[in-house]
Nanobody, 123 residues
Framework: EAQLVESGGGSVQPGGSLRLSCEVS????????FGWFRQAPVEGRQGVSF????????TYSDAVRGRFTVSSDKAKHTVYLQMNSLQVEDTDVYYC????????????????WGEGTQVTASS
């Protein structure tokens, strides 16, 4: 059974850091692309960052570029999102998603989803 399990969320002060993990099982890990999304109250599910395990390419939204870094560890079957310089506006539930094929910002193109992990940046 295919599963994605996120962890690493929590509460930090603005300017702080968190590292999210997405542990993957039931897949051929190397064949997948992964996306990190967050659930905005009005805008809906928004793409944050993407990584394609096939060629290692990564993509970031304008809102997080330069502050967040996505990576994957094929030996551990885990995808990471390192979040630095967190801002109040980054507060949200973050989801890990997977698909066969290249990474894309379109959340509808992802077939597998985790349950999400809460990230809060607040003073």
């Amino acid at each position: 059974e295919a599963q994605l399990v996120e962890s690493g969320g929590g509460s930090v002060q603005p300017g702080g850091s968190l590292r999210l993990s997405c542990e993957v099982s039931g897949f051929d890990f190397g064949d997948l692309a992964f996306g990190w999304f967050r659930q905005a109250p009005v805008e809906g599910r928004q793409g944050v960052s993407f990584i394609s395990n096939g060629d290692g390419s990564t993509t970031y939204s304008d809102a997080v570029r330069g502050r967040f870094t996505v990576s994957s560890d094929k030996a551990k079957h885990t995808v990471y999102l390192q979040m630095n310089s967190l801002q109040v506006e980054d507060t949200d539930v973050y989801y890990c998603a997977a698909r066969h094929g290249p990474g894309t910002v379109d959340h509808l193109m992802y077939d597998y989803w985790g349950e999400g992990t809460q990230v809060t940046a607040s003073s």
